[in-house]
């Protein structure tokens, strides 16, 4: 086994690596900018190393940098995370170059896999299906009619994208050159990279994703789906294992083409390959991630097992941890993400500061959390803060899982999205598992804050009113010790 | 008759006021009472709130003029209004101060010449079943008082004014 490991990452999975490796018993280096000098993942490692940058982001992408700190303390590997440098080939190659090992693919799989149009067409010819697509080389008149031939509706995509930047759908013809040149012209901007491409665009999609793990040597296992359906401007806010309503012959299918993909790959280490499903059961070949994932503990919390261990011993050279056979689901899992944005206004990230923080215990719920109480929420990282997971032998009892633990999850101080995450999981159409990339928006007007009654209005307003020095005064007589009123924070 | 206390929730204005103190708090929001019992949990730092019969544990943080609160499985942001910011919103261009709300004139404490700082109390009126203070949004003169005793008003009356060059 190793003995030693730098995270190149921060928040939660920074945290959640750190866990790990330190059950495991090695000697933990973490990594951070100066504006996080406080946070968790710095005081949770065993040594933390300040990392000069102006930018927060940028000394977290700094790959000489933190190839440098890993040689001076004598990690034996790094762990990238999700995010940051985690799917940046040159990283790996940096790492490994240094003598280091990095726990995560190959480098030449990563850059494979990080090109949309390349790994497309590796996919095609490992025999997994792919939507109709045609890339722009070039000549946008020959892009657009090529394109249009597809058929509409079309999806425009970059081809360097991901994280739903440079994404479209275009429904008619007149549109499409327009939006190309605009999705091009995003494309440059976002990846420095201005390749696009149309494919037909799956009305009412669902995400299903499938978690692998590699030796490096051409043996793959699977470790069974997830579905990802219930997302916001692209991106996954909620995330199940096993997919609700999916025909076991048809996992089967799905499992054994994210198999054969990898496989053909010698992917090592653990990886997802996600598949669009269309409402005729059709899959086809999304991408791949060669990382760990946000939503990998629902996997976990499935299969009794932990990822970030089976990744540290494959990337020990231990080999593949199970045999296909042993690995059996069991339950269900749900994950919700929680993130500091307004739901009410297009989910726009919001800043502000955890004042108050309660991450409630109860059985089968699961908080991967990288935020104490007080932290500043600024601009500077992503909006997730968090993930809270829920497992019952049932779906339904997954869902009450996570609706209670909702419930009793305290976050004040910083928009958040609490409370639309339960109003989601209790929709008839999640309960019924109707699921579909574009729920949110269908049923917008159902997830919008129920009407308060007199009653709870009044108990909101008397609540309010009672924080209020002069209120207080009025109603108690006389201004009472700080300590005394309680619930107070400043 | 309770003086009112003003807040926002959702962008829709609410007063709360206090009806009795004794035997129980007695809250009067929006013009309806309702029986408080507020206590501390011992184990934490929520309250335990009981509104018309009804709990509540509640967690809560004030920041400036807004009250975070966790109540019922849901969180809240509520505004304050206090009383100079509430007369500066209504005073438009900080010359008038206007109703915002219907009511009737309780009583007028100053007169026109009279200097004035920002939040004396210049008229107090009745809206809604209860008593709201109208004060100053700035330091000044008053120009003109437009009401006087037991005058009804509607909303957005001009109440008094002040001089321009205060």
């Known amino acids: 086994m190793l003995d030693s490991i730098l995270i190149a990452n921060r928040g939660e999975i920074a945290c959640r690596v750190l866990r790990t490796a330190r059950r495991l018993g090695l000697r933990t280096i973490a990594v951070y900018h100066h504006a996080d000098r406080h946070a968790p993942h710095v005081t949770l490692a065993d040594e933390a190393v300040e990392l000069e940058a102006d930018a927060p982001t940028a000394a977290y992408l700094d790959s000489g940098q933190i190839v440098a700190v890993a040689r001076e303390r004598g990690a034996a590997c790094v762990h990238p995370g999700y995010g940051f440098l985690a799917e940046n080939a040159g990283f790996a190659a940096a790492v490994e170059a240094a003598g280091l090992t990095f726990v995560g693919p190959q480098p030449e799989v990563i850059r494979l896999m990080g090109d949309k149009v390349h790994a497309r067409e590796f996919a095609v ?199 296909q056979d042993a690995i059996r689901p069991r339950g269900h899992a749900i994950e919700c993400r929680v993130c500091c944005e307004d739901p009410a206004a297009d989910f726009r990230p919001a800043t502000g500061s955890a004042r108050i923080l309660r991450v409630p215990e109860l059985p089968g719920v699961r908080f991967d959390g990288g935020l104490v109480e007080g932290q500043a929420i600024t601009a500077a990282f992503d909006s997730m803060v968090g993930k809270l997971c829920g497992y019952g032998t049932e779906r339904d009892a997954a869902i009450e899982r996570c609706l209670a633990a909702l419930g009793e999850f305290v976050l004040l101080g910083v928009d958040n999205n609490l409370d639309y995450l339960g109003r989601v999981l209790d929709h008839p159409a999640f309960r019924a598992a109707e699921l579909h990339t574009g729920f949110v928006v269908e049923h917008a007007a159902d997830l919008v804050p129920p009407a308060l009654d007199d009653v709870d209005r009044a108990a909101v307003l008397t609540a309010a009113a009672l924080a209020v020095d002069d209120f207080r005064e009025l109603a108690y007589g006389t201004p009472e010790p700080h300590a005394a009123i309680g619930g107070w924070r400043n | ?83 100079i910011t509430q007369a500066r919103l209504e005073a438009g261009g900080d010359a008038e101060v206007r109703a915002d709300m219907p009511g009737v004139v309780v009583a007028v404490h100053r007169a026109a010449g009279d200097p004035v700082s920002a939040g004396d109390t210049l008229l107090v009126i009745e809206s809604m079943k209860m008593q709201i203070n109208v004060v100053a949004p700035r330091d000044g003169v008053v120009e003109t008082v437009h009401v006087e005793a037991t005058q009804t008003f509607d909303k957005g009356a001009v109440l008094i004014a002040l001089a321009e060059d205060a």
């Open chain 1, 125 to 323: 010819a490992a025999g997994v299906p792919v939507a109709p697509s045609v890339l722009q080389e070039g000549d946008l008149d020959a892009f657009v009619s090529a394109a249009s031939a597809i058929g509409f509706p079309l999806l425009i995509k970059a081809a360097a994208g991901g994280g739903g930047k440079g994404m479209s759908i275009v429904r008619a013809a007149g549109e499409l050159a327009a939006r190309a040149a605009t999705a091009t012209a995003e494309a440059e901007r976002y990846f420095a990279d201005g390749r696009v491409y149309a494919e037909r665009y799956i009305e009412r999609p669902r995400h299903i994703e499938v978690q692998v793990l590699g030796d490096g040597h051409g043996n793959v296992v699977h470790l069974f789906e997830r579905e990802c359906s219930v997302q916001r401007r692209f991106q996954k806010i909620i995330e199940e294992a096993p997919a609700a309503r999916l025909d076991p012959a048809l996992r089967e299918q799905i499992c054994a083409a994210a198999v054969d993909l990898a496989a053909r790959a010698n992917y090592r280490n653990a990886g997802t390959v996600e598949f669009i499903l269309a409402p005729d059961d059709a899959f086809y070949f999304l991408e791949m991630n060669t990382r760990l994932q946000v939503e990998h503990p629902v996997t976990e919390l499935i299969l009794g097992v932990d990822l970030v261990e089976a990744q540290l011993r494959v990337a020990a050279g231990d080999g593949l941890p199970w045999t």
């Open chain 2, 1 to 83: 008759m309770p003086q009112a206390f003003r807040f926002t929730l959702a962008d829709d204005a609410h007063t709360v006021g206090i009806h009795a103190r004794r035997p129980a708090l007695v809250v009067d929001v929006d013009g309806v009472t309702h029986v408080v019992r507020e206590t501390r949990e011992n184990d934490g730092d929520a309250v335990l709130l009981e509104v018309a019969g009804r709990s509540y544990r509640v967690w809560r943080t004030r920041e400036g003029n807004r009250v975070h609160l966790h109540l019922g499985g849901r969180s809240f942001s509520v505004g304050y209004e206090d009383a």
